[in-house]
């Protein structure tokens, strides 16, 4: 009898810790249905949220501030969120009320919070998983806060102010890499704008030559100068912003040998210089002279260089086709009005043939090379008309120069591909110098007086003396060439 008792009992106690385990394998699953079907939702909330925030930042663009919040909702309702229905709140702040937009006036910020019913887990006590995204979208990203970026997304560096240099702008600047000392500002030198921020972190080695003595100066008095991901909260931190000319338009170019003339030519459409060998490169289309040349938009197979001479170049679109544009020595001078480059390479940048690669030399592809004292005053078309009398009338106005999206890109700062205005460069250059995925330098006593000037580079380097102001930059006024809304967060 005793043996039997023993047998039940543990019969019984099997049982219990059977129905354990199926409670906690359906507890598990449940858990995981549950989940994945929360964050499938979190992500189609994300998608919500930003469409809402660039429905608001549009109206906000366009001037038509009571439809924020109607616009916004409307496009949030359309991807399947509904303030106050299903445990959905939505709220929409114009300006923004945190983040590093904060208090933007150009700016609209959208929050969504979910309390998402759950089903299995309902079954033991969790009856809701909750959850929350938000997005902010900038109605005119160029007036509110920057004309700096600085894209890539690591390394240290990214953007360097050495050895007696200062940049000065009437605006915010941006570095995306969150490198620790992506920012690096030494003794003697001084970086200043309204807003500075860095997703990483920055170095700045003893007294600057910023008002005070710093090493920065910012005028906007809202954030941390600079401000950092260093030490920030959740939801505070800067994060990358995006390339605010991600959806510029390059012009047509037509990549074959038949279009370049075979000897150097110049005319109405465009110059060439000399075809180096059959089928080949050209030699960059060149001024040396005593006198003065006028050149018209167009073409350039093998680029421009500028070694002697005063030149004026006509308005227009000028297609450097492998070559660049080189200035060099103080006896070269080149102006113009109402001027855009771009800048590609003599064969597509991504063309698979080896023979075609862009850097087996410079007139594959080079880069914009002013240097050695010469003088360049150019200035982009004014970005205004359109139907809305701001935005852009045409894709390239406000461009100064545009680097071909697939050109080669520069690894590290200081490596080939360099644009540089170096070696006691007097430049006036207003527009936009977009090199997204290349290096931009100021170097050894050169100078940047940029008017309505946005300089979008992957590295950013003044040193050796160099000072480069943006003073006249009203983004909002009609030269900006970023007339965009953008999510910004």
């Known amino acids: 009898m005793a043996v039997g008792k023993g047998r039940t009992k543990s019969r019984g106690l099997v049982t219990v810790m059977t129905t354990m385990a199926m ?33 608001g930042a549009y109206e906000l663009f366009y001037g038509n501030t009571g439809s924020i919040n109607s616009s916004a909702t409307t496009a949030a309702s359309t991807n399947g969120y509904v303030d106050g229905v299903d445990g959905v709140s939505i709220t929409i702040n114009s300006p923004p009320t945190s983040g590093i937009y904060n208090g933007d006036a150009s700016s609209v910020e959208v929050i ?22 938000r997005a902010v979208a900038n109605g005119n990203v160029g007036s509110s806060r920057n004309c700096v970026y600085v894209l890539g997304s690591s390394g240290e560096n990214s953007l360097q102010v050495a050895s007696s240099s200062s940049l000065d702008t009437n605006c915010g600047i941006y570095v995306n890499s969150d490198n ?54 959740a939801g505070e931190e800067p994060i990358p912003v995006q390339d605010p000319l991600s959806g510029l338009t390059p012009p047509t170019v037509t990549y074959t040998a038949a279009s370049c003339p075979p000897d150097e030519t110049c005319d109405a459409s465009g110059c060439s210089g000399k075809e180096k060998d059959s089928g080949g490169p050209y030699e960059p289309y060149t001024v040396d002279t005593s006198g003065s040349e006028t050149l018209n938009p167009g073409t350039y197979c093998g680029g421009i260089l500028v070694k002697k001479g005063n030149v004026t170049l006509n308005p227009g679109v000028y297609i450097l086709r492998g070559g660049g544009l080189r200035v060099e020595g103080g006896d070269s001078n080149v102006t113009g009005a109402d001027v855009s480059f771009y800048n590609t390479c003599f064969w597509q940048c991504d063309d698979s043939d080896p023979d075609h690669d862009p850097e087996k030399g410079p007139e594959w592809y080079w880069t914009m090379d002013i240097n050695s004292s010469a003088t360049v005053n150019l200035a982009a078309p004014a970005c205004n008309g359109g139907a ?32 540089r205005i170096d070696s006691s460069v007097d430049a006036t250059l207003e527009g936009a110098i977009y090199v997204w995925n290349q290096h931009l330098k100021f170097h050894s006593g050169s100078g940047g007086s940029t008017s309505q000037t946005i300089l979008i580079s992957k590295f950013l380097e003044v040193t ?21 809304v953008t999510l910004v967060e």
């Open 23 to 55: 409670l906690l394998l359906v507890a598990m699953a449940g858990m995981a249905l549950d989940t994945g079907n929360t964050l499938a939702r979190y992500r189609d909330a994300q998608t919500a949220a930003d469409a809402a925030a660039l429905a």
């Open 388 to 419: 809305s009398g701001q935005e852009c009338a045409n894709d390239l106005d406000g461009i100064l120069f545009f680097s071909d999206r697939l050109a080669p890109e520069t690894d590290n700062p200081g490596d080939y591909p360099t644009n």
């Open 180 to 233: 620790s000392d992506s920012l690096a500002v030494e003794s003697g030198s001084c970086l200043s704008g309204t807003s500075i921020t860095t997703v990483g972190g920055h170095t700045g080695a003893g007294s600057g030559s910023c008002s005070g003595g710093s090493n920065f100066e910012c005028s906007d008095g809202t954030l941390a100068c600079p401000y950092t991901g260093d030490g920030a909260s």
């Open 112 to 133: 969504i919070d979910h309390q998402m019913p759950t089903s299995f887990l309902s079954t033991i006590g969790f009856t809701n998983l909750d959850y929350q995204v």
């Open 464 to 484: 050796s003396g160099s000072n480069v102001s943006i003073d006249n930059f009203t983004g909002a006024g009609q030269s900006s060439p970023i007339k965009r």
